[in-house]
């Protein structure tokens, strides 16, 4: 049994992440810690609460960092809607969040079973920088850690050079990538290229469930925004790439290791991810970036999940 600790922002993949990882059958979600990132943490946290409802999921939800460690950043609401989740309009959930600060759990929930869980990061790093700071042992407790983040060729999607989890806290990045020893990474470069398909989006769309419904009303503005940009239907999912893969470690067909750090202060480059392809830094790999996945199994368990 693969059991999860996600810390995320939701944030529309955010929530097509969660709904994969709690529908399939051989992994357990024991905890989300939300941060501040797509939309405020007041938000994140509210959303969290609302994918949990919807898929029946009865695991601890803990608020994290409403700041940056520095600078404050703007959201992603453009993309995910001033409520994070599409604008879908769904009610508070009555499920309370823990009193616990999601830092502290981090902390706890490892150092209780040390090598049992596994960590998803799907958001800003904020947390994580901090958990990593107040117990510098963390890395060796958790048995994995996977990163949605960064653009390893400086692709930005937020700055020209920087993708959104990594710009919106770039020390928080640089301590994790630094600190935590060895990370599986999903680049933003590598989710552009393994899109769904027109058929893909268009089989989950016919999915009839109330599951299905709410996949429906929540990604809906994210499509309309793709489709505009792009020029055709399309569905980039950088979250659900990196849970795919913390559940399913085949689903990489090829990775490599590198050295990777984030630039802290360019006027132009603050947040982009420097990745030593070519091993002059002799610096030690410090992550495996994951460069080719197999698209149609993620599209499987995202399709599970809406069944
Ligand atoms: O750059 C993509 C990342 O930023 C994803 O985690 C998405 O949810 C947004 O937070
Ligand atoms: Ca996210």
Redesign the pocket.
């Known amino acids: 049994m693969m059991r999860l600790v996600i810390d995320t ?1 939701p ?4 929530a097509h992440a969660i709904m994969a990882a709690a529908a399939y059958p051989n992994a357990r979600i024991e905890a989300v810690t939300t941060v501040r ?2 939309v405020s943490l007041e938000r994140t946290t509210a959303n969290a609460r609302t994918i949990l409802d919807v898929m029946g999921i009865n695991a601890p939800i803990y608020a994290g960092c409403g700041q940056a460690l520095v600078a404050e950043n703007s959201g ?1 609401e453009g993309f ?1 809607g001033a409520d994070g989740l599409g604008d879908s309009g769904y009610p508070a959930s009555p499920r309370p969040a823990e009193k616990e600060h999601a830092v502290h759990a981090l902390i706890r929930l490892a150092n209780a079973e040390p090598g049992a869980l596994t960590l998803v990061a ?3 790093l904020t947390n994580l920088a901090l958990a990593l700071r107040l117990d510098p042992t963390l890395p060796q407790k958790y048995r994995r850690l996977m990163v ?2 960064g653009a390893i060729r400086s692709m930005g ?2 700055t020209l050079t920087a ?3 990594f710009h ?1 806290d770039p020390e928080a990045a640089a301590i994790v990538l630094r600190d935590w020893g060895s990370l599986t990474l999903v680049s ?1 470069e590598t ?1 552009v290229e393994h899109p769904f398909s027109e058929t893909q989006i268009k089989a989950l769309l016919a999915l009839d469930s109330p599951r299905a419904k709410f996949f429906r009303r929540i990604s809906q503005g994210a499509l309309a925004f793709l489709e505009q940009i792009l020029g055709h239907p399309t569905l980039l999912e ?2 659900l790439l990196a849970m795919a893969i913390a559940l399913e470690p085949e689903i990489v067909q090829r990775q490599e290791a590198h050295f990777v750090q984030v630039e802290l202060s360019g006027a132009l480059t603050r947040g982009q991810t420097c990745v030593d392809w070519y091993g002059t830094s002799g610096e030690q790999p410090n992550v495996e970036i994951a460069l080719e996945l197999n698209t149609n199994r993620v599209w499987e368990l995202l399709r599970a999940a809406l069944t």
């Open positions: 922002d944030g529309v993949d955010d990132g797509n992603a995910h799907i958001g800003p949605m983040g999607n937020t993708e959104f989890n919106a933003w989710t950088p979250d």
